[in-house]
């Protein structure tokens, strides 16, 4: 059956490119409105060519698309993939236009080629060679679901799918992406942190006034500075009182498995220019770390940052700031926890708005879903499977796993330098077979476990 699949895979490999070309052709940014509804309609085309029966949901926002087929089988795999894109500023650092899909040395280059459009166009690719070993029948359903607000957050997905879990019964899902590790070994990832994004606002007066005043006149820079300095310590730790009441350690397969996994030491120094780690961390203490949760600034806006001087005292200043949260927090009552702390160190004065959340989730290390995405990665790639217990990032992956009650994994077209988000996003036409073969053969299986 394998040499079957593969031998369709490759056979229409080229096709399928083209297909992931096209629909990258198409603009949808989210974070923009551009061109999210007729991207959304490319999906529902797309989907119905490959015999699904399809779904459009309208949202607030932009449409969530489901596509269903069934199988031999009563079980079936959900596949999670969506269509917005990241803004694809700044336009002059791509080589070629990020709307312009362009294959050169051996990999394809758009916005979307990766994230996620390519690895929408794989996994149709694997259905189709599933399909042809079978004679046309799949061994088991399969549902995607493809949603057009991912990169903003997906507010309105978790909704979405409390409102519709009779339609999206099924026993383990695929993620919205994956692929190999600096070494070329599949990772599988079993889980996803949680994130609470808000901003920090504060008005010391209702305009900025001149620097010679400093002596009387509020500054809401250093206003918002002192509040931020209570959040954290240079020790790292976050000094919100019961920031750490719920944070659930990880599991003894958690450790062995992190202690296995390559830490990346050199390779994470050399890409990011690191010179020294968070807490002076090195070896597998690097990836240990993912189960801590953490406090960041993504930026500070206050007073005059322009070309040479402007002696003005900031009337405004704000500040973003993301948490991430590991099993069990929850960013309700982290959010509770930060105005409580903020209001008992004097700074009641300092709004708190709320920017989004994603909860934390987890799939068991050994579980059975697992062992076959593992065990699958291993026979395509020819190299055992990396099982990561916690990635660093967040996904809506808890909008699935909880209300449907199901395993989720993901594995897919990536490797260490897709580009993604950032200009030249690309993805390599070998890469993408290979998660094509990958995804078939876990397809495969799946109505056996």
């Known amino acids: 059956m394998s040499t079957q699949i593969d031998s369709f895979v490759q056979a229409n490999l080229d096709a399928y490119i083209v297909k992931t070309a096209r629909l990258c052709a198409q603009p949808s940014v989210s974070a923009k409105g551009e061109g999210t509804h007729a991207c959304a309609e490319r999906v529902v085309e797309i989907l119905t060519q490959h015999g699904f029966r399809v779904q459009k949901f309208a949202t607030p926002g932009n449409p969530i698309i489901v596509g269903r087929v069934e199988g031999h089988s009563a079980r079936t795999l959900l596949f999670y993939n969506h269509y917005d894109v990241q803004p694809a500023e700044p336009l002059e650092l791509w080589t070629t236009p990020p709307f312009e899909p362009t294959i050169r040395d051996g990999a394809l280059y758009a916005r979307g080629a990766k994230d996620d459009k390519g690895e929408f166009i794989a996994r149709l690719l694997a259905v189709e060679a599933v399909r042809a070993a079978h004679d046309g029948k799949l061994p088991c359903g399969v549902t995607f679901v493809v949603e057009g607000e991912e990169e903003i957050g997906s507010p309105h ?67 918002l500075l002192w509040a931020l300095a209570t959040l954290k310590g240079q020790d790292e730790h976050i000094r919100i009182p019961g920031f750490y009441d719920h944070v659930r350690p990880p599991s003894a397969i958690d450790l062995k498995l992190l202690e296995a996994k390559p830490h990346y030491e050199e390779w994470t120094r050399k890409t990011f220019g690191v010179k020294e780690f968070v807490r002076g961390l090195t070896g597998h203490a690097l990836n240990r770390a993912v189960f801590e949760p953490t406090c960041n600034i993504q930026g500070i806006t206050a007073g005059y940052q322009g070309a040479g001087n402007k002696t003005v005292i900031p009337a405004r200043a704000s500040a973003k700031l993301d948490f991430r949260l ?9 959010f509770a926890k ?26 068991s290390a050994d579980d059975p879903f697992v062992e076959l995405t593992a065990r699958t990665g291993a026979e395509v790639y ?35 330098n897709n580009r993604t988000h950032a200009p030249d996003e690309h993805v390599r036409l070998q890469d993408f077979q290979n998660a094509a073969r990958h995804i078939a053969r876990i397809l495969d299986g799946f109505a056996s476990l």
């Not at 217990?389 to 909008?399: C, D, I, L, N, T």
Request: charged content about 20%.
């Open 338 to 363: 930060l105005r409580e702390h903020l209001d008992k160190q004097g700074f009641s004065d300092i709004t708190i708005e709320w920017h989004g959340a994603m909860w934390p989730s987890k799939v």
């Open 382 to 416: 020819g190299l055992a499977s990396v099982r990561n217990p916690m990635g660093g990032g967040s996904s809506p992956v808890y909008a699935f796993a909880k209300p449907l009650n199901i395993p989720v994994v993901t594995c897919g077209v990536g490797y260490a």
């Open 326 to 334: 590991v099993p069990d927090q929850s960013p309700d009552d982290i």
């Open 157 to 223: 997905i978790a909704e979405f799918v409390r409102e519709h879990t009779d339609l999206l019964q099924s026993n383990g899902a695929i993620w919205e992406e994956g692929g190999i590790d600096p070494d070329g070994r599949p990772e599988i990832g079993l889980g996803r942190r949680g994130v609470l994004s808000v901003e920090l606002l504060v008005e010391t007066m209702t305009r900025d006034a001149h620097s010679g005043g400093a002596h009387n006149l509020p500054n809401a820079a250093w206003r």
